[in-house]
């Protein structure tokens, strides 16, 4: 079934991807094929007219647009951090959540193998169709359309995501900064461990010059040391 006729059998499916992302398509064809898995297009014998390039293109927007949001939104964010935030919002695993908050999935056309083996539910399938919708959408109006999708799906995930990747980061930066000012580092203490071996709880201080600066608590000691050293950070001029 070539790309005209996919359009016409799917037209109201297809009207309701739109409403979902609020989002009129000019060329409707386009959306069409950002959810053409390869695996169909071989079953129909149309190779190479699946998503794939508008995957790429897509790829490459979705890079510019949340980097411009994060550029924005946090005006003091140093390079590396702006880096490493866009890199937690645009991964496999978290496109493939906004793949799921549209229902792609229940959008793809999937070659009978795929389908068969949960092909639907796959995040590889699904942040790859996220960035192929994507780049259908900069075909069809360009930048700024892209960044009024993008900002309205990206936006209350991204509090949450710096949260987690400010405190995954926490122990370098106050190493970092009592390095830099003291010439000395901080030290850890394990205070707690409670619970059965399976399902502990420690508690762990960060300590510089017999002071302690800060507490964490968490189910692995490195997720508590990292919770102490960023509870540091925030008493810390």
């Known amino acids: 079934m070539d790309l005209n006729a996919l359009v016409r059998v799917n037209k109201e499916r297809l009207s309701e991807l739109e409403k979902a992302m609020n989002y009129r398509f000019t060329d409707l064809r386009l959306l069409q094929k950002a959810l053409v898995h390869s695996s169909y297009a071989f079953e129909q014998s149309q190779a190479g007219k699946n998503n ?18 994060l550029y924005q939104k946090y005006g ?3 390079e590396g951090e702006l880096t490493r935030l866009r890199a937690a919002l645009v991964n496999e695993t978290h496109l493939a959540i906004m793949a799921r908050q549209l229902d792609l999935g229940h959008h793809l056309c999937l070659g009978k193998g795929e389908d068969a083996s949960q092909g639907r539910n796959k995040s590889s399938i699904l942040s790859c169709a996220f960035e192929a919708v994507i780049g259908a959408v ?19 995930a991204i509090e949450e995501k710096k949260e987690e990747m400010l405190i995954a980061d926490a122990k370098s930066r106050l190493q970092e900064k ?19 071996s399976h399902q ?8 510089f010059q017999g002071e302690v600066l800060g507490c964490g608590e968490a189910r692995s000691k490195k997720e508590a040391e990292q919770r102490a050293a960023s509870a540091a950070l925030k008493l810390l001029p």
């Open 52 to 69: 794939e390039r508008l995957e790429f293109i897509g790829d490459a927007v979705l890079d510019l647009v949340v980097g411009h949001l």
């Open 76 to 78: 003091t964010m140093r």
């Open 138 to 156: 900069f075909e069809d109006a360009g930048y700024e359309a892209v960044a009024e999708i993008v900002s309205a799906l990206f936006m209350p």
């Open 178 to 196: 009592l390095q830099e000012k003291h010439n000395e580092g901080p030290t850890y203490r394990l205070d707690k461990e409670e619970g059965p």
């Open 200 to 207: 502990k709880m420690f508690t762990i201080s960060v300590l």
